[in-house]
């Protein structure tokens, strides 16, 4: 059946790093795009990037040049490298599908994975 699964989230220390995986099942993501969100106990949930199906990529302000998005066609998997993690960053990451980068309504979500950094 068609899911998205995110792995990579846990504990790590300020100025670390952690890399997270958005499996696609069930479809190719190859025509999609796929985006990161991330949602903080008391907080709106947030887009904090996207990668086309050409591969363009997009970053929220709050993560450009720490975080990078990437695709790895032949193993259906979206990835998100979190570099320089700092404790405004913790929160559940969730990837989800969409038609384009920027288009309203994703057809797939993920249930998220948990990332915290210490303080």
């Known amino acids: 059946q068609v899911q998205l699964v995110e792995s990579g989230g846990g504990l790590v220390q300020p100025g670390g790093s952690l890399r997270l995986s958005c499996a696609a099942s069930?479809?190719?993501?190859?025509?999609?795009?796929i985006g990161w969100f991330r949602q903080a106990p008391g907080k709106e949930r947030e887009q904090i990037s996207c990668?086309?199906?050409?591969?363009?990529?997009d970053y929220a302000d709050s993560v450009k040049g720490r975080f990078t998005i990437s695709r790895d066609k032949a193993k259906n998997t979206v990835y998100l490298q979190m570099n320089s993690l700092e404790s405004e960053d913790t929160a559940v990451y969730i990837c989800?599908?969409?038609?384009?980068?920027?288009?309203?309504?994703?057809?797939?979500w993920g249930q998220g994975t948990q990332v915290t950094i210490s303080s």
């Open positions: 989800a599908a969409h038609e384009f980068c920027g288009g309203d309504g994703a057809m797939y």
């Open positions: 990668i086309s199906s050409s591969d363009n990529t």
């Open positions: 069930g479809f190719s993501l190859d025509y999609y795009a």
